[in-house]
């Protein structure tokens, strides 16, 4: 199983393109996660997915927009890329039950000139 | 609202020195309590978890609720521990929301 996979995995973007980015995750998970790494920051919660079909907004949703139209991807686009909004992206899934871990991807490092 | 506080960013210890990585939380329910742990240009994964009271690569967790904290603890620190830290609280409610510290970065020196 090659678990959570995010692409691409670095991407450079001018202000005010647009863009997604991609997770997939091959394990059946219900629950789906977008969070953004900044130092000093932690992980901060930006969309969620508890199922296929719904979205919800998390700590940091502004300027973001998710997507969930199948049970194994979580899109999450810029649609106008700003530099507040470079960052590291890490996607998670996990199972419904609450004491179950979040499996993570690899990260995309994304960065707005 | 639930909070994670990891107090220090930075944590320095010789190898053989033993480590606490300290971790506190606000919440008010039963919480589910998480160490995860991202080596250099690697995932974050799960290190350990409370429920399961664990002993993972030496690290040991305790959930002390009259304290609000879930100290992470390793008897003689190795070159390999080198890595950010980061403790996490997850509630029960209707989906797994999980809060996570700012993080811990580790620092084993030789």
């Known amino acids: 199983n090659a678990g959570v996979t995010q692409t691409p995995k670095f991407r450079v973007l001018k202000t005010g393109q647009s863009m997604t980015l991609l997770c997939a995750q091959d394990m059946n998970h219900e629950y789906m996660y977008w969070y953004r790494q900044d130092p000093g920051m932690g992980l901060r919660l930006i969309h969620y997915s508890v199922g296929e079909g719904t979205t919800a907004k998390g700590e940091v949703p502004d300027g973001y927009n998710v997507s969930r139209l199948k049970k194994q991807n979580f899109l999450l686009g810029l649609e106008s890329a700003a530099p507040s909004q470079t960052s590291v992206y890490f996607c998670?899934?996990?199972?419904?039950?609450?004491?179950?871990?979040?499996?993570f991807g690899d990260g995309t490092r994304l960065s707005i000139l | 609202a639930q909070r994670v506080t990891q107090p220090e960013k930075l944590l320095s210890v010789f190898k053989g020195a033993p480590v606490e990585l300290k971790c506190n939380y606000s919440y008010s329910g039963s919480p589910e309590l998480f160490w995860y742990v991202q080596y250099s240009r690697q995932r974050l994964q799960l290190l350990l978890r409370?429920?399961s009271r664990e002993s993972i690569k030496g690290f040991t967790a305790d959930l002390n609720k009259g304290e609000t904290s879930f100290h992470l603890k390793k008897p003689f620190a190795q070159e390999e521990d080198s890595a950010m830290y980061y403790c996490?609280?997850?509630?029960?409610?209707?989906?797994?929301?999980?809060?996570f510290g700012i993080g811990t970065k580790l620092q084993v020196i030789p």
């Open positions: 996490a609280l997850s509630d029960s409610g209707g989906y797994q929301k999980v809060t």
């Open positions: 998670a899934s996990s199972p419904r039950s609450s004491n179950q871990p979040q499996h």
């Open positions: 409370h429920i």
